[in-house]
Every structure is written in structure tokens, then in C-alpha cells.
């Protein structure tokens, strides 16, 4: 990392800091070879998505549109090296910035001297060096990379460098992966939109005017241009989720304290009322599994002590729902806000083919006050009342960006505690988690993400969805129907999944979520994926993963897109 980079703390204005931020990451893109074409405003469509098959060449279009299991076999078997790979999906990366706003930075140097290696391994031992050879991973950029900077979001913060990769980089890294580039993030981290002021906007690639959610908007963006086949998010109301989503592809939260966190960086550091979980995200439902064992079988629990000591359990997995029927839960409505018409009706679809499957029970889930459980988890966000978040922001003396305002100033449950109020709300927690847990008759719940597909930018206010996992720490997978929001399929009012005529919202999120659809209908989010979640019960995630792909198959739909 240059030493001469520019700081508040030298004396320059946030604007300054910033437009450095963006050259640097100008800089390194500027490295590819051959050049990517520039693009103007008037050559990006709304809908980007076809545009790399435009720009790329036949060669990279036939690595990166691949599947990742595709990439990992001819990667081990020495049929496509490592330095080929890894350039390819640099260029890829690249052109999606230009798309989408998605990228802080390419790690060329690094990426290709790793890349290097890798090939010089296997062309020697005739074998790879681990289960990820030399497939590259995308990085959230609050995931620490040694000698990179560490920013968090906040302005004032560039300058802080990384010593070391983060614990869970240096499980991959021995698994044989490859770090190419990083990714954007929102002020504060705690959006489910991705808006800063060192980078500004990251856009989703399917429709610019609607948000790839957050706080990992950048890897979301980025996995659907496919510009990375596998990165890493995390998620502490549903931060994974929420962009896996918006962007169609597949995002898996754990149970918190499974997977390291040591190395990434945020305000509030060391609070535990409410603990972020980091995970993988991928264009492959395999490829959650390949991740999350390939960090596991590292057994980093014994090197960040915090950690559960709990291996891969793929066998007991698999004996799961050996000689019976995975019982579903079904919750199309959280009983807060109502989902918009095409998530409804992409729901209906899937659980259609569920009941019609010998493998699956499906059973309606009431949803148990979850209007409360969001009052829980908002009041343990910001425990010291938001101080550490604005002082952060107040270092440069940068905006609050819209959100960030919202979930600071505008959120009602934002408090200082002290300790004995803390103590009160940790105790309310806890006996929200046990009243849940006595009504979990399931294997797994399967419900939407978001009360809409992607939303228009700056108006993601409903975390509820998402957020609710987060508190009961349950572990969580997006995934895609590969349906998209549709004028033919959503814009009829008349339709059985359509808003009731005369609807009376329920309170204030439902109305704001009301509003948003009658404002802009069907065709204001014409063609956002329409994804799905399933949630499965605390610690039990490899179950979790195995009752996704026997849903997946019983609903007719591909692990990989």
C-alpha cells in the first residue's frame, strides 16, 4: 500500500480523502491488461447483466460464466492454471466496477504473485494445494488484508492498515484460494444498502436504480456480473443476506461464532448483545458448503479461542432426513409488513412444488410477535446510543449518509443504556429466544428475505425480515428462484397475490412498504431477482444446507446459476 496516501489526519478534507480513494482504485483496475473499454453513462443500460458477453472475449466468457464447481475441478487437475483464472476474473471485476460501483480496489500484484505459485505447486507435486486451488475470493473490504487499508466505511478512518489477513483469509489462503479484490460497504456498516462517501453508490447490476442491498452490496453486485464465483460478506442484520438476494445468488449466515472474525474491523467492537456472524456468498449453493468446510477443517477455534468447537459435520448432515420427510415451515407474511405482490407470488410457486414432493412436509408457520423482536434487537444495535458510530463519521467531518441518518437519528430504539438497563434488555432478549425456540416444531422455515425484491436506492428501511434471525442467532441461507419481478406477471392489481383492494397498513413500516409499491408498481423494479430464505434452528447449519438442496431439488430449481 502507498505510503504518501491521503489521511485526515494530514491535514485533508474529507472530499479529499476521498477522491484519493477512488484513484487508488482507479489505479489498480488501470493495470489490467488488455484495458478494459471506457464506457459512458449512456452506454450502461439499466439492466447491465448482458453486458460483459458484449465486452469479454470468448476465452474469458467460457472461465467465469462456469460454475464454481466446473472451475475448482479443471483448477485442481491442472487443466486451466491458477494465473489464466485469476486475470480473467480481474478483468471481470473490473468491468462490473464500471457498472455497478462495486470495487474499493484489485489486489493485481498479489493476486498474481499467489496465482504464480499455485501453478509452480501444482506443475511440481501434480497435485493442488488444497480444496480452493487457486480459486478466487472476493473480499468485503472491513475484512482485513495485510499492509491494505482498513476503513470501515468512514472517512476518517483511511490510513488505518491491516497487519496481517484476517484469521478466516489465512484459513483460506491454506486452502489454496486466491485474493484478488475487495468490495464496497456503507457508512456505518449497518445498512442493508451499500452508500458511502469515499465511494458513493454501489447500483445493482440487474436494475441501476434499485439498491444491491448491504452492508455487502459490493460483493452482491459483484457475484451477479460475476466478476467472483465465491467472497466473503458478513452479516449482523442481514448484511449477507439482503445482496445475495438482491442480486440473485446465494448467501449463508451461520450460527455466530463458528466461522473467525478476528482481523475485520467496526465500531463497537467487543459487544456481544448482538453478535455479527461472516459467511460466505457464491453463484453456487456448493460453494457454501465448499467455503465454510474448507474454513472449518482448519479447526480455527484454536487459534481465536472465542470460536465454538464444532467441525464440518457433513455425515450427520447427510443421516439428517435419511427415511423421512424434511418438515418446512412456511411464512409468507412476518405479520409486520406485508410482502410486495411478486415476492408473494414467487413464494406460492415454490411451495406449490414443495407439497407436491414426497420429500417435504410443508406446514404454515404463525409468526410469533415479530414486531417485538425487531423492538429488541434495534435497542441492542447501539447500546451507547450511537456515540461510537457518529464519532467515527465525525472524525472527517463527513454527512451522514441518508441511512445511516435514519438508523442513527430516525430509529426510535436507538438509547445510551446503562449497565443495568443493559442487563434488562439482554434478559428480554433471552426470553424472546426461549419463547421461539418452544414454539420451533421444524426442521426448517422457509419465508421471504425482504419485504420487496431489490428496493429503489435509499428507501431499505425494513430489516425485519432478515434482522429477526439475527437476534434468535439462527442460521440463514438466501437463495435464488431465478424469477425476476415482471410487468406481465406483477403489474395486474387484480391478480390472487396483488395488494387487497382498499388495504389499511398495519402501522408505519407496513405503510412505508405499501407506499413504495404503489409509487413505482411492477415496473419500477422490473427484472430484481426474487430470492428466498431458509432458516434453520442455532448450530444447526450443515442440516440447514442439506435441507436447502433437497428443497431445491423438490422445487425444480438449479444450485448453481
Same mark, same amino acid.
Given at each position: 500500500m502507498s505510503t504518501d496516501i491521503v489521511t485526515i489526519a494530514g491535514g485533508a478534507t474529507w472530499q479529499e480523502v476521498a477522491a484519493d480513494r477512488q484513484r487508488h482504485r482507479d489505479a489498480t483496475i488501470a493495470q489490467l491488461e488488455p484495458p478494459l473499454p471506457e464506457l459512458s453513462a449512456s452506454e450502461i443500460p439499466l439492466n447491465t447483466i448482458?453486458?460483459?458477453?458484449?465486452?469479454?472475449?470468448?476465452?474469458?466468457?467460457?472461465?467465469?460464466?462456469?460454475?464454481?464447481?466446473?472451475?475448482?475441478?479443471?483448477?485442481?487437475?491442472?487443466?486451466?492454471?491458477?494465473?489464466?483464472?485469476?486475470?480473467?476474473?480481474?478483468?471481470?471485476?473490473?468491468?462490473?466496477?464500471?457498472?455497478?460501483?462495486?470495487?474499493?480496489?484489485l489486489l493485481p500484484e498479489r493476486a498474481l504473485k499467489r496465482a504464480e505459485e499455485l501453478d509452480a505447486y501444482i506443475a511440481t507435486n501434480k497435485k493442488p494445494v488444497g480444496p480452493l486451488h487457486g480459486v478466487p475470493i472476493s473480499v468485503k473490504e472491513h475484512v482485513g488484508i495485510a499492509d491494505c487499508d482498513l476503513n470501515a466505511g468512514f472517512v476518517g478512518w483511511v490510513g488505518t492498515v491491516a497487519k496481517e489477513d484476517s484469521h478466516i483469509?489465512?484459513?483460506?489462503?491454506?486452502?489454496?484460494?486466491?485474493?484478488?479484490?475487495?468490495?464496497? &460497504?456503507? &457508512?456505518?456498516?449497518? &445498512?442493508?444498502?451499500?452508500?458511502s462517501n469515499l465511494y458513493g453508490t454501489t447500483v445493482n447490476p440487474y436494475n441501476t436504480s434499485l439498491t444491491p442491498g448491504g452492508s455487502s452490496g459490493g460483493e452482491g453486485a459483484l457475484l451477479g456480473l460475476r466478476g467472483s464465483l465465491l467472497g466473503i460478506g458478513t452479516d449482523i442484520g442481514g448484511s449477507i443476506r439482503s445482496p445475495a438476494a438482491n442480486n440473485g445468488v446465494f448467501g449463508f449466515k451461520p450460527t455466530s461464532l463458528r466461522l473467525p472474525v478476528r482481523g475485520w474491523t467496526a465500531t463497537m467492537a467487543g459487544a456481544e448483545h448482538v453478535i455479527a456472524a461472516i459467511g460466505p456468498m457464491s453463484t453456487s449453493l456448493a460453494g457454501l458448503k465448499l467455503f465454510t &468446510?474448507?474454513? =472449518?477443517?482448519?479447526?480455527?477455534?484454536?487459534?481465536?479461542?472465542?470460536?465454538?468447537?464444532?467441525?464440518w459435520r457433513e455425515e450427520e448432515a447427510r443421516r439428517a432426513y435419511e427415511g423421512r420427510r424434511v418438515r418446512v415451515g412456511v411464512m409468507v407474511d412476518d405479520g409486520v409488513v406485508m410482502p410486495h405482490p411478486p415476492v408473494k407470488r414467487a413464494m406460492a410457486g415454490v411451495v406449490e412444488k414443495l407439497r407436491k414432493s414426497p420429500n417435504?412436509?410443508?406446514?404454515?408457520?404463525?409468526?410469533?410477535?415479530?414486531?417485538?423482536?425487531?423492538?429488541?434487537?434495534?435497542?441492542?444495535?447501539?447500546?451507547?446510543?450511537?456515540?461510537?458510530? =457518529?464519532?467515527?463519521?465525525?472524525?472527517?467531518?463527513?454527512?451522514l449518509r441518508p441511512l445511516s441518518h435514519w438508523i442513527l437519528k430516525e430509529n426510535p430504539h436507538v438509547r445510551r443504556h446503562t449497565i443495568e438497563s443493559l442487563w434488562a434488555a439482554n434478559l428480554e432478549r433471552d426470553a424472546y429466544r426461549t419463547g421461539y425456540a418452544e414454539r420451533w416444531d421444524i426442521d426448517v422455515l422457509l419465508c421471504p428475505v425482504g419485504p420487496g425484491a431489490a428496493p429503489k436506492l435509499e428507501t431499505s428501511r425494513y430489516w425485519g425480515y432478515t434482522a429477526q434471525w439475527n437476534l434468535l442467532d439462527y442460521p440463514a441461507v438466501v437463495f435464488p428462484t431465478r424469477d425476476c419481478v415482471s410487468v406481465d406477471k406483477d403489474?395486474?392489481?387484480?391478480?390472487?397475490?396483488?395488494?387487497? =383492494?382498499?388495504?389499511?397498513?398495519?402501522?408505519?413500516?407496513?405503510?412505508?412498504?405499501?407506499e413504495l409499491w404503489r409509487e413505482h408498481g411492477a415496473e419500477g423494479y422490473k427484472d430484481a431477482p426474487i430470492s428466498l430464505q431458509l432458516v434453520g434452528g442455532r448450530y444447526q447449519d450443515e442440516k440447514l444446507l442439506r435441507a436447502l438442496e433437497i428443497l431445491m431439488d423438490a422445487a425444480e430449481l438449479p444450485r448453481s446459476i
Amino acid at each position: 500500500m502507498s505510503t504518501d496516501i491521503v489521511t485526515i489526519a494530514g491535514g485533508a478534507t474529507w472530499q479529499e480523502v476521498a477522491a484519493d480513494r477512488q484513484r487508488h482504485r482507479d489505479a489498480t483496475i488501470a493495470q489490467l491488461e488488455p484495458p478494459l473499454p471506457e464506457l459512458s453513462a449512456s452506454e450502461i443500460p439499466l439492466n447491465t447483466i448482458a453486458l460483459p458477453k458484449k465486452i469479454l472475449s470468448e476465452g474469458e466468457l467460457t472461465i467465469t460464466d462456469t460454475t464454481l464447481e466446473n472451475l475448482i475441478e479443471k483448477l485442481a487437475s491442472g487443466h486451466w492454471t491458477s494465473t489464466a483464472v485469476i486475470k480473467v476474473f480481474m478483468r471481470r471485476a473490473g468491468l462490473a466496477q464500471k457498472l455497478t460501483n462495486c470495487v474499493t480496489e484489485l489486489l493485481p500484484e498479489r493476486a498474481l504473485k499467489r496465482a504464480e505459485e499455485l501453478d509452480a505447486y501444482i506443475a511440481t507435486n501434480k497435485k493442488p494445494v488444497g480444496p480452493l486451488h487457486g480459486v478466487p475470493i472476493s473480499v468485503k473490504e472491513h475484512v482485513g488484508i495485510a499492509d491494505c487499508d482498513l476503513n470501515a466505511g468512514f472517512v476518517g478512518w483511511v490510513g488505518t492498515v491491516a497487519k496481517e489477513d484476517s484469521h478466516i483469509l489465512q484459513c483460506l489462503w491454506d486452502a489454496g484460494a486466491v485474493l484478488y479484490v475487495r468490495t464496497t &460497504q456503507p &457508512q456505518t456498516l449497518m &445498512q442493508i444498502e451499500t452508500s458511502s462517501n469515499l465511494y458513493g453508490t454501489t447500483v445493482n447490476p440487474y436494475n441501476t436504480s434499485l439498491t444491491p442491498g448491504g452492508s455487502s452490496g459490493g460483493e452482491g453486485a459483484l457475484l451477479g456480473l460475476r466478476g467472483s464465483l465465491l467472497g466473503i460478506g458478513t452479516d449482523i442484520g442481514g448484511s449477507i443476506r439482503s445482496p445475495a438476494a438482491n442480486n440473485g445468488v446465494f448467501g449463508f449466515k451461520p450460527t455466530s461464532l463458528r466461522l473467525p472474525v478476528r482481523g475485520w474491523t467496526a465500531t463497537m467492537a467487543g459487544a456481544e448483545h448482538v453478535i455479527a456472524a461472516i459467511g460466505p456468498m457464491s453463484t453456487s449453493l456448493a460453494g457454501l458448503k465448499l467455503f465454510t &468446510q474448507a474454513v =472449518l477443517d482448519r479447526e480455527p477455534w484454536l487459534r481465536e479461542p472465542t470460536l465454538i468447537p464444532i467441525p464440518w459435520r457433513e455425515e450427520e448432515a447427510r443421516r439428517a432426513y435419511e427415511g423421512r420427510r424434511v418438515r418446512v415451515g412456511v411464512m409468507v407474511d412476518d405479520g409486520v409488513v406485508m410482502p410486495h405482490p411478486p415476492v408473494k407470488r414467487a413464494m406460492a410457486g415454490v411451495v406449490e412444488k414443495l407439497r407436491k414432493s414426497p420429500n417435504v412436509e410443508v406446514v404454515e408457520w404463525k409468526p410469533w410477535d415479530h414486531d417485538r423482536a425487531w423492538s429488541i434487537i434495534a435497542s441492542l444495535y447501539f447500546c451507547d446510543g450511537g456515540a461510537d458510530e =457518529l464519532a467515527a463519521i465525525n472524525t472527517s467531518g463527513e454527512p451522514l449518509r441518508p441511512l445511516s441518518h435514519w438508523i442513527l437519528k430516525e430509529n426510535p430504539h436507538v438509547r445510551r443504556h446503562t449497565i443495568e438497563s443493559l442487563w434488562a434488555a439482554n434478559l428480554e432478549r433471552d426470553a424472546y429466544r426461549t419463547g421461539y425456540a418452544e414454539r420451533w416444531d421444524i426442521d426448517v422455515l422457509l419465508c421471504p428475505v425482504g419485504p420487496g425484491a431489490a428496493p429503489k436506492l435509499e428507501t431499505s428501511r425494513y430489516w425485519g425480515y432478515t434482522a429477526q434471525w439475527n437476534l434468535l442467532d439462527y442460521p440463514a441461507v438466501v437463495f435464488p428462484t431465478r424469477d425476476c419481478v415482471s410487468v406481465d406477471k406483477d403489474g395486474d392489481e387484480g391478480s390472487e397475490h396483488a395488494y387487497p =383492494l382498499g388495504y389499511s397498513p398495519r402501522g408505519e413500516s407496513d405503510k412505508y412498504n405499501y407506499e413504495l409499491w404503489r409509487e413505482h408498481g411492477a415496473e419500477g423494479y422490473k427484472d430484481a431477482p426474487i430470492s428466498l430464505q431458509l432458516v434453520g434452528g442455532r448450530y444447526q447449519d450443515e442440516k440447514l444446507l442439506r435441507a436447502l438442496e433437497i428443497l431445491m431439488d423438490a422445487a425444480e430449481l438449479p444450485r448453481s446459476i
